[in-house]
């Protein structure tokens, strides 16, 4: 089965939430990767990528 987003996009995704620094920033980095899908940003906060 094909991956549906990027690893780039996977691996850019996990490295902005690592770097958001309060919440205000955190919601500002799932808005801007929600188009890879929740699931795989939450995989990505949780170092899954």
């Known amino acids: 089965m094909p991956a549906i ?3 780039e996009d996977l ?7 690592l ?3 309060d ?3 955190l919601k500002a980095v799932f808005k801007k990767w929600r188009r890879i899908g929740w ?3 939450c995989g990505a906060s949780m170092g899954k990528v």
Not at 11 to 17: G, I, N, P, T, Y
């Open 39 to 41: 699931k795989n940003v």
């Open 5 to 7: 987003a990027p690893i």
């Open 11 to 17: 691996r850019a995704a996990q490295k902005d939430l």
């Open 19 to 21: 770097e958001a620094k």
């Open 23 to 25: 919440l205000n920033e």
